[in-house]
């Protein structure tokens, strides 16, 4: 297999928080939450039940971040805009033989850096 140059601006992180998304300007005011699968400075990956989230679309997205001794002592939560890149519907099991798993996935990238909030 060949090694690629990673074309990422942002390091990821394997990360699972709770999260929370709301769409932004949407005439529905309903709440979608699940887990993230990896967080950058510049975006995320998020894993939910819901067919929810469209590319293009704009949320607000609160990710919940538990406390860290020596860190974070009480806890905290990550807010900020991020714009969908791409929405897809997660398989379990290896490529095209995979089963689906009834989760669903969405790339979105902040379009600013989040803010923390204590």
């Known amino acids: 297999m060949m ?4 074309k990422r601006a942002h390091r990821r992180l394997d990360a699972r928080y709770d999260i929370s998304c709301r769409k932004v300007g949407s005439t529905v005011d309903k709440s979608y939450s699940g887990c ?3 967080v950058s400075s510049g975006g ?3 894993e939910t039940v819901a067919d929810a989230f469209e590319r293009g679309e ?3 997205v609160e990710l919940a971040v538990p406390p860290t001794p020596g860190l974070l002592e009480f806890g ?3 807010a900020g805009f991020a714009k969908v890149l ?3 519907k997660i398989c379990d099991g290896v490529g095209s033989k995979g089963s689906a798993s009834g989760r669903y996935g969405a790339a979105v990238q902040f ?3 989040p803010k923390l909030c204590l």
């Open 36 to 38: 993230t699968a990896n």
């Open 111 to 113: 379009c600013r850096p």
């Open 58 to 60: 704009l949320l607000k």
């Open 44 to 46: 995320l990956y998020l």
């Open 76 to 78: 905290g939560k990550i």
């Open 86 to 88: 791409r929405a897809d």
């Open 3 to 6: 090694d690629r140059p990673e």
